[in-house]
């Protein structure tokens, strides 16, 4: 895995382009649209995109079940729209990553069309399928019945996305190929022919859709799945090394020995990263870290952060995001203050961090009816709020042919609205990066020493380089050691909240961090 330059000070914005910004009065978000949006990005201080699929597709799973993967769908423009766009954002000294889905197609794909033909041809064993249609898949989902081709065929997610072939870890019936027969390997090649074709248009990389579940019935820590992204990776990376990947797979060190150069810090059951924001996804009331009443304290997230971390610094990168379009929207819960701290924690942190569309101005959960099999998920998919005109500026187009409806309460947060307000949180993330692209301290591959406070594991205090930060999101003053007596003296260069920072033994070096703040102290 080669070193990407770029990402050391990277900050990603992620668009889920249906409900971006739409510029043909159709109600759906376009590729035109994204490069009209192109400053406002730039403006706020990221430097860096990541474009959910934009590919031609059926649309059953909002783009996931793609039908043609060098195809853009037409509803967002044409492939020159995005060769286009490519070019509008390195204009500006940006990147962009396009979504990848390397572990299942459309049902619609040619390629599964011609797989489930009922004669051996190219794509037999492009998709996994068993001998006969009586014969299922234990422990897979699958579907029998529907082809031509008298077999069964394996799903990867909903019922319209077949799973690709690229084997299994041990096969253990006589219809599952190993990894090293040719149809997995085929797959491997189709696969980097994909990532060569829209990298060679100007594409700066890929996040990678469920990484980790290529290879079947993989062993304990995906080996299998681990040696197939290091052989795409070793034709891809090697053609392209400035070329970013990011993986949706939620533990850095497997996903960093594959050959990613960030992962996502995923809210997967009851791990650390939910603790922070989103602790109701495992219980019926929210008790996150960073709710101002919560009872939990640091240690679920630390325990496992800290292992990842001094295991990957200075190899990868650890991603943690705001949200994305498969988390419900911080807001759901939270209070613009304590959104505002974790954005102090998360900007301030090593590892490259992804902001949601939207997530700067406090856009809210909203109930909707699921859309193109989004589920509970959809209501964090509605359309991004520029101002207080018609459908929040988001389209032109009736209301009834919006891809979503927007925001329908009198205080609904826009850009426009935002902006004018010195206090809002969209000027908190637009300072933090700025302070965060200042200080190469804050870079992500800077170091960052993270201090226990012996019992009161309440609060956040970590040093990057000559600076310290300190998180309270409670609603009590919390009394923290200093690590270095310095600090005790530093000069305050950024708060949130109250920000006083008062001094209770400098011999001690202890001091009292007020309710609900954030601060950055800089030594001399």
Same mark, same amino acid.
């Given at each position: 895995?080669?070193?990407?330059?770029?990402?050391?000070?990277?900050?990603?914005?992620?668009?889920?382009?249906?409900?971006?910004?739409?510029? %043909?009065?159709?109600?759906?978000?376009?590729?035109?649209?994204?490069?009209?949006?192109?400053?406002?990005?730039?403006?706020?201080?990221?430097?860096?995109?990541?474009?959910?699929?934009?590919?031609?597709? !059926?649309?059953?799973?909002?783009? @996931?079940?793609?039908?043609?993967?060098?195809?853009?769908?037409?509803? @967002?423009?044409?492939?020159?729209?995005?060769?286009?766009?490519?070019?509008?954002?390195?204009?500006?000294?940006?990147? $962009?990553?396009?979504?990848?889905?390397?572990?299942?197609?459309?049902?619609?794909?040619?390629?599964?069309?011609?797989?489930?033909?009922?004669?051996?041809?190219?794509?037999?064993?492009?998709?996994?399928?068993?001998?006969?249609?009586?014969?299922?898949?234990?422990?897979?989902?699958?579907?029998?019945?529907?082809?031509?081709?008298?077999?069964?065929?394996?799903?990867?997610?909903?019922?319209?996305? !077949?799973?690709?072939?690229?084997?299994?870890?041990?096969?253990?019936? !006589?219809?599952?190929?190993?990894?090293?027969?040719?149809?997995?390997?085929?797959?491997?090649?189709?696969?980097?022919?994909?990532?060569?074709?829209?990298?060679?248009?100007?594409?700066?990389?890929?996040?990678?859709?469920?990484?980790?579940? =290529?290879?079947?019935?993989?062993?304990?820590? +995906?080996?299998?799945?681990?040696?197939?992204? +290091?052989?795409?990776?070793?034709?891809?990376?090697?053609?392209?090394?400035?070329?970013?990947?990011?993986?949706?797979?939620?533990? /850095?060190?497997?996903?960093?020995?594959?050959?990613?150069?960030?992962?996502?810090?995923?809210?997967?059951?009851?791990?650390?990263?939910?603790?922070?924001?989103?602790? @109701?996804?495992?219980?019926?009331?929210?008790?996150?870290?960073?709710?101002?009443?919560?009872?939990?304290?640091?240690?679920?997230?630390?325990?496992?952060?800290?292992?990842?971390?001094?295991?990957? +610094?200075?190899?990868? @990168?650890?991603?943690?995001?705001?949200? %994305?379009?498969?988390?419900?929207?911080?807001?759901?819960?939270?209070?613009?203050?304590?959104?505002?701290?974790?954005?102090?924690?998360?900007?301030?942190?090593?590892?490259?961090?992804?902001?949601?569309?939207?997530?700067?101005?406090?856009?809210?959960?909203?109930?909707?009816?699921?859309?193109?099999?989004?589920?509970?998920?959809?209501?964090?998919?509605?359309?991004?709020?520029?101002?207080?005109? +018609?459908?929040?500026?988001?389209?032109? /187009?009736?209301?009834?042919?919006?891809?979503?409806?927007?925001?329908?309460?009198?205080?609904?947060?826009?850009?426009?609205?935002?902006?004018?307000?010195?206090?809002?949180?969209?000027?908190?993330?637009?300072? $933090? $990066?700025?302070?965060?692209?200042?200080?190469?301290?804050?870079?992500?591959?800077?170091?960052?020493?993270?201090?226990?406070?012996?019992?009161?594991?309440?609060?956040?205090?970590?040093?990057?380089?000559?600076?310290?930060?300190?998180?309270?999101?409670?609603?009590?003053?919390?009394?923290?050691?200093?690590?270095?007596?310095?600090?005790?003296?530093?000069?305050?260069?950024?708060?949130?909240?109250?920000? $006083?920072?008062?001094?209770?033994?400098?011999?001690?070096?202890?001091?009292?961090?007020?309710?609900?703040?954030?601060?950055? =102290?800089?030594?001399?």
């Amino acid at each position: 895995m080669s070193k990407v330059a770029w990402l050391k000070d990277a900050v990603f914005y992620e668009i889920y382009p249906q409900t971006f910004y739409d510029t %043909n009065g159709d109600g759906i978000g376009d590729i035109k649209g994204i490069i009209e949006k192109l400053d406002y990005i730039k403006e706020l201080g990221a430097n860096a995109i990541w474009l959910n699929p934009c590919f031609d597709s !059926p649309f059953k799973d909002a783009g @996931y079940d793609v039908r043609d993967y060098k195809k853009v769908a037409s509803r @967002y423009g044409t492939n020159e729209d995005l060769y286009r766009l490519f070019e509008e954002v390195h204009k500006r000294k940006m990147h $962009l990553i396009l979504d990848l889905v390397p572990g299942h197609t459309s049902e619609e794909h040619s390629w599964f069309v011609e797989s489930a033909k009922d004669y051996w041809n190219t794509y037999s064993s492009r998709y996994i399928w068993t001998r006969h249609a009586f014969e299922g898949i234990g422990g897979h989902p699958y579907i029998s019945g529907e082809s031509e081709r008298p077999g069964a065929y394996m799903l990867n997610f909903f019922k319209c996305q !077949p799973a690709l072939n690229y084997g299994f870890y041990r096969p253990s019936e !006589p219809w599952q190929q190993s990894m090293k027969e040719e149809g997995p390997q085929k797959t491997k090649e189709a696969m980097v022919d994909v990532m060569d074709f829209w990298l060679s248009h100007g594409c700066d990389g890929f996040r990678v859709d469920m990484a980790d579940s =290529l290879v079947k019935e993989d062993g304990p820590e +995906k080996e299998g799945t681990r040696q197939v992204w +290091k052989d795409m990776f070793s034709v891809i990376q090697k053609k392209y090394p400035d070329a970013a990947f990011v993986s949706e797979w939620c533990n /850095a060190p497997l996903s960093m020995d594959a050959g990613f150069h960030m992962d996502f810090y995923l809210d997967h059951g009851n791990n650390g990263y939910q603790s922070l924001l989103r602790d @109701y996804l495992e219980h019926s009331e929210d008790d996150s870290y960073f709710k101002a009443d919560s009872t939990h304290d640091t240690t679920r997230f630390l325990s496992e952060y800290m292992e990842w971390y001094q295991k990957t +610094k200075g190899k990868s @990168y650890i991603s943690m995001f705001s949200c %994305n379009h498969d988390t419900p929207r911080a807001k759901r819960t939270l209070g613009d203050r304590e959104i505002s701290l974790f954005f102090g924690f998360l900007l301030t942190m090593p590892g490259v961090p992804f902001i949601y569309y939207g997530d700067e101005i406090g856009m809210r959960f909203l109930e909707v009816k699921s859309k193109e099999g989004g589920y509970q998920r959809t209501g964090t998919r509605t359309p991004m709020q520029w101002n207080s005109g +018609k459908n929040l500026g988001f389209s032109e /187009a009736p209301m009834n042919a919006l891809y979503l409806p927007v925001d329908p309460s009198v205080d609904a947060p826009t850009v426009e609205s935002a902006k004018a307000d010195q206090d809002s949180l969209y000027h908190i993330v637009k300072d $933090l $990066l700025a302070l965060r692209h200042k200080e190469k301290a804050f870079q992500a591959d800077a170091p960052m020493v993270m201090h226990t406070l012996k019992g009161k594991e309440q609060a956040l205090v970590y040093e990057r380089g000559n600076f310290l930060c300190i998180v309270n999101p409670s609603n009590t003053s919390l009394e923290i050691s200093l690590p270095d007596e310095a600090y005790a003296t530093a000069k305050l260069i950024y708060k949130i909240g109250d920000g $006083l920072v008062e001094v209770l033994s400098k011999e001690k070096k202890i001091i009292s961090a007020r309710p609900q703040s954030f601060v950055v =102290l800089k030594k001399d």
